[in-house]
């Protein structure tokens, strides 16, 4: 009777043992699936937030394209009307431009006909001082000789 109660009770100490540890890997899960669905919950949240600003968005941009296309047609006609305006102001540029690029090769020209001239009028003077001088010789030789 003593061996089958020591058998007994390793039986049911074995089996207490064994149940233990299936119930606390029990409470181990069940705390598991509880963060979870708290994480659940909370992922959720997010989802529907951020679907609801994407929608919101997505009403934004098609708003935003529907302005642009109405003022896409004004600012055409706005752009049209610059773009000829700019067409014209180059027009006139260009005229301009010709004008002073003439201006200025008309004042090259006279500048260089100015240097020409004073050079020659530069060896013109010295061949003149240079003719001076000669007489002043002569005549102070003219004034010895008497």
């Not at 049911?12 to 043992?17: A, C, T, V």
């Not at 102001?89 to 001239?117: C, F, G, H, T």
């Given at each position: ?68 296309k ?18 014209e ?58």
């Amino acid at each position: 009777m003593k061996l089958f109660r020591s058998q007994r009770n390793l039986y049911i100490s074995g089996f207490s043992l064994f149940f233990w540890l299936v119930l606390r890997r029990l409470v181990t899960l069940i705390t598991q699936l509880a963060k979870e669905l708290s994480n659940k919950g909370v992922l959720k949240r997010q989802a529907e937030n951020i679907n609801q600003a994407a929608k919101k968005f997505m009403e934004e941009n098609e708003r935003l394209k529907r302005l642009l296309k109405h003022y896409g047609k004004e600012e055409e006609h706005v752009l049209e009307a610059e773009n000829k305006k700019l067409e014209e102001d180059k027009e006139k540029l260009k005229i301009e431009l010709k004008k002073a690029s003439d201006a200025l090769s008309k004042a090259q020209n006279d500048v260089m006909i100015m240097k020409m001239q004073s050079e020659r009028l530069s060896k013109e003077y010295d061949r003149l001082l240079r003719e001076h001088a000669g007489l002043q010789d002569r005549a102070g030789k003219d004034k010895k000789c008497l």
